[in-house]
């Protein structure tokens, strides 16, 4: 794997913003404590599960130990904490009592991100450290990764202001995660700012593997539970899909980080879903955006699955102009296609971006 000394950027810590609790999350956050002994305490080791697997990625519960929080959703709480002497993130996941299907389905994004997470093993992929099984709580504990989530950090910034070296770094970070992660046969399906976290010098590791499948194990996408705004066509409509939604949704990433805005934020997710699917529309590329990204984002978000690059091209093409950057810092704001060529020379990857999505 290359590196990347032409830029060595200093880490902005994310600053978590404080709300008030509403009534349903009071409730909610009174029955949580029944899971935790105190609040900087362990998690209560009573309960567990069984299997050979397992015995293998099972938290010793005593050796955990819960900091404050620093993320919630509607069934998951992420806390920073200690795990013997090691910095690390710590999900829990909680099972509505009174929502028996609801409960399944999150227990089975339980296994199927513990499971795949233990086979893992990339720099640019998030770190199982251990997990644990106690219906109707699951602890799923990573590795800490202190600049918290790209979309936070993007959100810091004024739009259009990531400098295209940066934005080119970050994007190499993430596509050789889901490079590795393809050559493993398995689909993010839910690849997004949020799901990216941040590191030390910028680095960038793909995350939450709650709804991620093998893609010999794949089916149709009814009853999908992914994100519209970065989604694929094909996983909108339901349809069988492949690898190519996953690169989809890199397009939509790279695009966030070129503007640092959020995709079609002048319309509800619904309005984002019908727009993409029935107007084949997507969000607009900004005078300002260089033409070799412009290029890349085009053909990565096409409408036909099978004109999308797989991440061994993506990667091949950025690794390129990464190295046309050690040569000429200004590469990516000086480039222009020449006759369909990439670099105006024999390095060509792609022609200029064809006007219709659907090509």
């Not at 690390?88 to 399944?104: F, G, H, N, T």
Request: net charge neutral.
């Amino acid at each position: 794997m290359m590196k990347l000394n032409w830029l060595k950027p200093n880490l902005k810590n994310e600053k978590m913003e404080r709300r008030r609790l509403s009534l349903g999350e009071y409730k909610r956050s009174v029955s949580w404590s029944k899971y935790l002994v105190s609040s900087g305490g362990s998690i209560k080791a009573n309960g567990g599960g069984g299997g050979e697997q397992e015995e293998e990625w099972s938290a010793d519960m005593s050796q955990l130990f819960v900091g404050n929080k620093f993320a919630s959703g509607r069934h998951s709480r992420v806390y920073r904490g200690v795990y013997k002497s090691k910095d690390v993130a710590i999900k829990l996941v909680s099972q509505p009592e009174e929502d028996r299907e609801l409960a399944l389905m999150l227990e089975n994004q339980f296994t199927s991100e513990v499971v795949l997470l233990f086979r893992l093993q990339h720099p640019n992929i998030i770190t199982l450290v251990a997990a644990c099984k106690k219906p109707p709580v699951f602890c799923v504990i990573t590795e800490y990764m202190a600049g918290g989530s790209l979309r936070a950090y993007l959100h810091q910034q004024e739009p259009y202001s990531v400098p295209p070296n940066l934005v080119l770094k970050m994007a190499l970070d993430i596509a050789w995660g889901m490079q590795y992660l393809h050559s493993q046969g398995i689909l993010h399906r839910d690849l997004k700012s949020e799901n990216l976290l941040l590191g030390e010098n910028m680095c960038v590791k793909v995350a939450d593997f709650g709804i991620s499948c093998l893609e010999s194990q794949c089916g149709s996408a009814k009853g999908f539970t992914g994100t519209y705004r970065w989604m694929a066509p094909e996983m909108i409509k339901e349809k069988k899909h492949t690898k190519k939604i996953d690169v989809y949704s890199f397009a939509i990433v790279l695009w966030e980080l070129l503007t640092a805005l959020t995709p079609f934020d002048d319309m509800t997710p619904e309005q984002a879903a019908f727009a993409v699917c029935q107007k084949n529309a997507r969000p607009p590329l900004h005078d300002s955006c260089p033409m070799a990204f412009r290029q890349l984002i085009c053909r990565c978000w096409s409408g036909k699955p099978d004109k999308r690059p797989g991440f061994d091209e993506i990667v091949s093409i950025l690794e390129r102009y990464a190295a046309c950057v050690e040569e000429n810092p200004d590469f990516l704001t000086t480039y222009e296609p020449d006759n369909g060529s990439l670099f105006g020379c024999d390095r060509g990857c792609f022609g200029p971006c064809k006007t219709s999505y659907g090509n």
